[in-house]
């Protein structure tokens, strides 16, 4: 059975940061792409961050140079590290493992940034 558990999420000040964990259990988690996604209220989920397997990362333009996304292999673990915050990364954060044709989410953890 496949699980992605999110943790570290909570309340922050703006300019303030945050370290998300998605902890993987029953994939093998060194092959599958790992990335983050959020979901504002009223909003659409949108895309955040990718790790690909072999250590390439991708941003959204709206958090690059802010998070960065990194993974722990022997620890069956991904980050988000988030510094800068503002209130519109105000969302519930979730983990995305992928590997064609499967793919796997996360319960999400909520994020809110006061102004």
């Known amino acids: 059975q496949v699980q992605l558990v999110e943790s570290g999420g909570g309340l922050v000040q703006a300019g303030g940061s945050l370290r998300l964990s998605c902890t993987a259990s029953?994939?093998?988690?060194?092959?599958?792409?790992m990335g983050w996604y959020r979901q504002a209220p009223g909003k659409q989920r949108e895309w955040v961050a990718t790790?690909?397997?072999?250590?390439?990362?991708n941003y959204a333009d709206s958090v690059k140079g802010r998070f960065t996304i990194s993974r722990d292999i022997a620890k069956n673990t991904m980050y988000l590290q988030m510094n800068s915050l503002k209130p519109g990364d105000t969302a519930v954060y979730y983990c995305?493992?992928?590997?064609?044709?499967?793919?796997?989410w996360g319960q999400g953890t909520q994020v809110t940034v006061s102004s």
């Open positions: 995305h493992a992928n590997l064609w044709p499967n793919e796997y």
């Open positions: 029953g994939i093998i988690f060194s092959i599958f792409g």
């Open positions: 790790n690909i397997r072999g250590g390439s990362t």
